[in-house]
Structure formats: C-alpha cells, structure tokens
C-alpha cells in the first residue's frame, strides 16, 4: 500500500506540475516543438503579459507540432471554436499555408487574427568568404547559371523561406524560376552552418536566425528585405534600395477562435498592445533581430486578408499552388 | 590558466545554497522523469519550463534548474529498461538489451549502479569535453554537409547487422518496416504528403516515441492480458544493492570509449543521444567480438550505452552554445528557455555572456555529482516506483504511456497510433522479428533520407557528390567495413580465441 500511494504521489507530483493553473490561467498554443519561432512568441509573450500584469496567471505554453501548424489550427476550429483563453502563436508562415491551401482545406476566415508586435525582415547571406559582396552580384551570378547555386533555408520546399530567393530572382530578370535549387533544413541555424561549410551557396531566412553569426563574423548578409534598414543593423542595405522591390518578413503575432465575442477579440488585442509597448518587449526584440510592427486589432484582420489574397497569387505566379 | 578562472567563476554563481537546492531538486524530477516511459527529458524540461517562471527565477538559476532535470533525466532512463525492459527514453533503448537480461539473471541491482557509474562517467566526461573543447568543436558542424550526414547515417544501418536477432534475414526485415514508417509524412524535398492518406495528424510523420512506447510498453501488455500475469517478463526482482566493484573495474576502458563516441557523435546537430548509445554499444559489441557476449546480460552491454548517451547528452550541448543550433530535441527544447530568457545562443555566447556560460558549465559537474550520489545509494528508492506487483504496475505502465503519449501532441491520434504499434510488437515478438531495429529505422531511416535527397538537389542527380569530400569518404570506408569485416574477421579471430578458452 505504501508503495503505491508513493508511486500515486509521485506521478500526480510530476503529472501536476506540468498543470499548474491551468484551469483558469490562459492558454498559448505554440503549433511546433520547442526551440522555433512560434514557441518564443508564445513564451516571451506570455511572460510578458504576466510580468506587466495583463493577465493574473502565467500564461500555460502548449507545444502542438504537426503540419506545419496546421494540427493545431484545425484543433482550434473543431476543438476549441469558443475558448476565451485561448491563444496561438502565428507568423507569415501561418498566412502563406493558408493562402496555398497546405491546411488541408481550412481558411483563414476560420479564426480571428488579433495582432503581430513585431516582424523579423527576411535576409539573405552569404558565408563571409564568398566571391560575392553585393545582393546584384549574386543575384546576377544566379541569372546567369542557375545550376551552379543551393539556396538553403529553413523551412520545407514552397515555404516562405522558398519563396523569398525566387522573388528576388524574378525582379533581376530569371524567367524559368524552377531552376533555382532549395533544400529545406531543419531550421535557420542548420541552414547557415550548410552555407557557412560551403555545401550551399547562400541562405534565406530570417533576421532573428542569423544574428549570432553575423557578430561572430561567419557571414555576411548581402540584403535585409524590409522597408527600411532595421535598427541596430544600420549597415545591412535593403533589397529596395539595392534595386530590387521585395519586401518578405515574418510578423510574429497570434490568432484567436473564431467563436469567441468582439469584447474578448478587442481584450486580447489590447493586452497584445501592452506587450507591444513594454520595455521588456522591445529588450526581447533587440536581442533577437526583430523589427518593429505593430499592428492590432481589426487593423490586423484587415491586413491578413490582403496579405493572404497576394500570396495566393505570388504563390500562383511562381507555379507553386495551380 | 582562463578555463580554471572561468571555472572558478562558474562556481562562484551556481554554488549558492539555493542554487545546489535547486540541483538536488532538478535531479530528483529528472531521474523521475526519465525513468517513467514516454515521459522522456524533452518532455520533462518542456513541463517543467513554466515552472522557473512561475518561481521568478533568475537566468543562472532557472538553468541549473533546466540542466539538472536534462541530466537527470538521461541517468533516470536507465532504470525502466533494465527493471521493465521498456526505455524510459529513447537513448535508454539500447540499455535494454543487456541490461534486462542481467536483471532476469538476478543482477539487477549490479546492472542499475554499474549503468549509474557509466552515467556519471560519460556525462562527466562530456562536461569536460564541453570545457576545454566547445569553442574548437564548433566547426566540426561545417565539415557536415548532406553528403557526410547521408555518409554517417549508412554506417549506423551496416553496423546494424548483427544486433538484436540471431536471424539476421528478419533483422534487415526489421529494419526495412522501419524505414517504411519514416516514409510517412510531407516529404521535405518536394514539400508533398506521402502515406498520410490526406491525414493532417500524419503530415509531420509519425512521433518516434509513439513507436517505441506502443512497441515497448503496450505490446508488453497485450503479452500479459494474453498469459494471464504468468511467465510475463516485467517486475524483476530486486535483491540487496551492492557496488559491483569488479563489473566497474572491467569496464573501464568500454566506458572511456564509449564516452568519446557518445560526445562526438552528440556533437553532430541532429545525431543526438541515441545515437551516441547506439553507436557506442555497437563500437564496444564489434570490438568485443562474439565471445563478448553481448545480448546476453554482460556488464560492458550495460555500461557502453550508458556511457555513450550521456556523454552525448553532454555533447549535444556544443552545438546548441555555440552555434545555436540543437544536437537534440532536449538541446532545443532548452534552446527555448535560453531564448526566453534572453539569452541568444550562436559564436558569440562564449565572449558575450560568460557568466551564463561558465555557471552552466559549472551546474552541469554539479547536477553530476549530485546524481551520481543519488543514484547508487538510493537507487532503490527509484526502484519502489517500478517494484510494485505486475497486476498494479501494468495499469499504471498503460496509464502513463496514455498520459505521456498525450502530453506530446495533445491529441487522441497518437494514442491510437501507439495502440497500433502495440500490435504490431506483439505480433512481430510472435514471430520472433526483433522490435529494436524498427525503432532505429524509424529515428534514422528519415533523417538519412533527408540528406540523401538534398545531397542529389545540390549535384542535380550526380552520385558521386556522395564521396566528395575526405570526411565522407573515411564514412563509407568505416560502413563497409562495418559491414562486410564481421563476417570474414569472425572466423579469423575464433581460433586463436578457442586456444585460450
């Protein structure tokens, strides 16, 4: 008996403490493993929101891998349509599997986006050895042999990272995109390490991905695709004013049920504008290459919808979706 | 000399009463954790993250509370293959091969201190080797492009061989299923769905631990619903603890080396600690020859894999500090709480943040000794937890692996899935089709494809880009070899071993 009861208290020991709170406490679905994007925005946001006060408990993370996020957007649609708790973390990547239908047939319209604070500008690098010093350069060595260059990058065939080389390299004149080469690695840093070791000949990724390297001087980033120069990274040229007009970034923000009221809909985007404004947010965004961009609210919704309409014919464009 | 200061350093900050607390604490969770299937020490460190929140920790302290849960962790794994013959974790999966047979000899207590010696050998090895060596051992990743990886896998695959059957025909059988579930899920070169049958909870593949709790665990089950609780193989029992000091006096060269293969092969991003094990116990197996006895419950079976998963949970670590980039799924899991706590691991770590650096460094050797402490004198303690009568501890092994298996993707599929792999291990156990190269071919076999597939992106379809570089070519040398040597060095080395026997 006593053994059992040790063995009982032991397991519901451990069990517990993964539950801690989280029968009231709100609840921030990050759709991929530990270590990616989507959980950091889940975990700093969500500390975030507890240190400042937005919420009374900490924010209960839930890791839900699986489709590229698209278990857990179907988990929440079929699932959890009406949960007032209830956040996930979203990026460009989320909008563009929607917009190319990779969630098995689920839409956008399907849950309600409350905001991004905050957007990692995509880049594109070289090793720091490479023949090639400007982004024309490359991109002009590409024209002219496709077959010669790798792109590596972080995320699958057709995804985000994917599509930004192909962009760039239909403004410097590339007709038959296809022949552009891409392996998709198991994240950013595992891309840089392949360009770094010269298995590749350049990266594509984001901004928050290669700042370690780029201090360490391994690389070197031949564009940032923003508007404008990113502040702290003063002397990384835009692709805009390079000569090319791409501009990719990957906003980090969340989405929400779709069941739930405005009140709660304008709740969240309120306590995500608290986030954005907090000095602890913009340490966070410093220290990991982050822009800012900040946009709430039915704002946001309304900027999706446009964006997930210009992907979809991007993506028809190059020929990845018919 | 600037390790010694750095060192001293490290110790300065982890060594505060509060901070040892949260070591000795961390370690108890871990050993749990890792020693209750399912539950490995990704899941444990992933749990147990908005716990340092919660308790407002500080940088250093939420990472000796982090580090000492992932060590523990890897030591905890140990005691469910040896006492139940079902992995705590994946690294633990080669342990069971001679450790629960040295346990159904009545060992089992020799087998459990001896594998705890070889922990805190490996570990403590690796955390040396993480010292001195991280910063030069970074670059090890750039000689790894998808040739060498493509290289490196197929070595791991012809050492398999031999392992785990005496039939070697229904070994590469084995293998082959477990190549095939690999297959299943988008294939990342052509970003397409293959075998899901449009199945959203298939597209990521299926979840390794899935496999190995349905095949490990739940088979189990259905073998001792099927014997009515007789002549089932779980609930070994455990006599008095005694330090086997002979069995770790005899292993003390299977340790070092399987030390230095566990950190080496844990240094590879990707490779991990199961690797490392496998590795190890294959490295120490061939060097051992048939007369070793491996398979059959000798002390050098239990110590390699041991020494060799924890050295490369040590291992793991060089990447993830110095490139950012995670040897393993419990590197990346605490990849997330660095990032979190503002801390941006990658080449400039080491000369930006010493003090969270150095005071890791430091609660590793810590968490270290307090394991290794907690480990052989209080193993039985750990051990109430299994020794429990069959008919209460195999509801309580369903239990768990239901709610372990829950906890990773929150969703009823996976249970399911597990429930299939279940069957599918009793029936592959009837027909004596051994489960352990299943397991391996579904952690390699997709991994193994990835390089292959972007190795052939990267030379348009040009087989020879496999061999191009001195670092995989010496691979495939070492595949060959591993392949064909055993069956023409075998006879070789019989005789003169007959002479002495």
């Known amino acids: 008996m006593k053994t059992r009861l040790f063995k009982v208290l032991l397991t519901s020991a451990v069990l517990g403490l993964g539950a801690t709170g989280a029968a009231t406490a709100a609840e921030c679905i990050a759709p991929a493993n530990p270590g990616g994007g989507w959980d950091f925005t889940c975990r700093q946001v969500g500390k975030i929101m507890f240190d400042i006060g937005a919420v009374d408990k900490p924010v209960q993370v839930t890791n839900m891998a699986g489709g590229g996020g698209g278990l857990a957007f179907n988990y929440v649609v079929s699932e959890r349509n009406d949960d007032p708790e209830l956040i996930v973390a979203a990026s460009s990547a989320t909008t563009t599997r929607l917009a190319q239908n990779a969630y098995a047939g689920m839409t956008a319209d399907q849950v309600r986006f409350v905001g991004a604070i905050g957007i990692d500008p995509g880049v594109i690098v070289v090793a720091a050895d490479s023949p090639y010093k400007t982004l024309s350069d490359l991109l002009d060595a590409i024209v002219a042999d496709p077959a010669a260059f790798t792109f590596a990058g972080g995320s699958a065939v057709g995804g985000f990272d994917h599509m930004k080389p192909l962009m760039l390299l239909q403004r410097a004149g590339l007709t038959d995109i296809t022949k552009v080469k891409y392996i998709g690695l198991d994240g950013g840093g595992d891309a840089i390490t392949q360009t770094i070791g010269g298995f590749t000949q350049a990266m594509t990724g984001d901004m928050s991905e290669v700042v370690g390297f780029l201090k360490s001087g391994d690389i070197r980033v031949l564009a940032v695709l923003s508007d404008e120069r990113v502040p702290g990274f003063d002397d990384i040229p835009t692709a805009v004013e390079q000569g090319y007009d791409v501009v990719a970034g990957n906003w980090r923000g969340l989405y929400i049920p779709r069941g739930v009221s405005d009140e709660t809909f304008q709740k969240w985007a309120g306590r995500l504008q608290q986030v954005a404004d907090s000095d602890e947010w913009k340490e966070a965004m410093a220290a990991n290459g982050l822009a800012p961009f900040t946009l709430v609210g039915t704002d946001f919704q309304n900027y999706i919808d446009n964006l997930i309409i210009e992907i979809r014919q991007m993506s028809k464009d190059i020929g990845v979706i018919q | ?501």
């Not at chain 2, 792999?421 to 089709?433: E, H, S």
Request: charged share 10%; with cysteine; aromatic share 10%.
């Open chain 2, 1 to 501: 000399m600037d390790i010694l200061q750095n060192l001293a350093m490290g110790f300065s900050i982890a060594l505060s009463p509060y901070t040892l607390m949260l070591a000795v604490v961390g370690c108890f969770f871990g050993t749990i954790i890792g020693a209750l299937p399912g539950l490995g020490p990704s899941n444990g460190v992933a749990i147990l993250i908005p716990i340092t929140f919660t308790l407002g920790l500080d940088a250093t302290s939420a990472l000796v509370l982090m580090t000492a849960v992932y060590y523990g962790a890897m030591y905890g794994g140990r005691i469910s293959s040896i006492l139940l013959n079902i992995p705590g974790d994946e690294p633990a999966l080669m342990t069971t091969l001679d450790g629960y047979p040295m346990a159904k000899a009545g060992r089992a207590g020799d087998a459990l201190v001896l594998s705890g010696v070889a922990s805190f050998v490996g570990a403590f090895l690796a955390t040396i080797g993480l010292l001195f060596l991280a910063p030069m051992l970074a670059n090890v990743a750039f000689l790894f492009g998808p040739a060498e990886y493509f290289a490196l896998y197929l070595l791991a695959f012809c050492t398999l061989g031999g392992m785990a059957s005496n039939n070697q025909a229904k070994s590469a059988l084995a293998a082959a299923i477990g190549l095939g579930i690999a297959m299943i899920g988008i294939d990342n070169s052509s970003g397409l769905p293959r075998l899901t049958g449009g199945n959203l909870h298939l597209f990521d593949g299926i979840d390794f631990l899935v496999a190995i709790v349905g095949l490990f665990a739940i088979a189990e089950v259905f073998f001792f619903i099927e014997s009515h609780g007789r002549n089932t193989s779980i609930g070994v029992k455990l006599g008095k603890v005694k330090v086997p000091w002979r069995d770790i006096y005899a292993t003390r060269w299977t340790m070092l080396r399987a030390s230095g293969v566990g950190f080496v092969a844990g240094i590879l991003p990707g490779a991990g600690a199961s690797l490392g094990s496998f590795m190890a116990y294959m490295t120490e197996k061939s060097i051992a020859g048939k007369k070793g006895g491996f398979g059959t419950g000798v002390a050098k079976g239990v110590a390699a894999p041991e020494a060799g998963n924890n050295a490369a949970a040590g291992g793991a670590l060089v990447p993830m500090l110095t490139l950012g980039v995670p040897g393993s799924g419990t590197t990346a899991v605490l990849l997330a709480l660095l990032m979190t706590l503002n801390i941006t691991p990658g080449p400039t770590l080491f000369t930006d943040r010493p003090e969270v650096v150095w005071g890791l460094i430091a609660s590793l050797l810590i968490a270290n000794v307090v394991l290794l402490l907690m480990n052989v004198p209080m193993v039985k303690i750990f051990v109430r937890v299994l020794m429990v009568p069959p008919w209460v501890l195999l509801p309580g092994v369903t239990m768990i692996s239901f709610v372990g298996i829950y906890s990773l993707s929150g969703s009823y599929f996976d249970l399911l899935l597990m429930i299939g792999f279940g069957v599918l291990g009793y029936i592959l156990r009837k027909l004596d089709i051994p489960t352990v190269p299943v397991i391996l071919g579904i952690l390699l076999g997709g991994n193994m494809e990835n390089a292959l597939r972007r190795a052939m992106v990267i030379a348009d379809g040009d087989f020879l880009y496999l061999f191009s570089s001195p670092v995989s070519i010496g691979l495939w040398i070492a595949a060959i070899a591993g392949f064909i040597a055993p069956m023409f060095l075998r006879n070789l080395l019989r005789k003169p071993q007959r002479i002495t026997d």
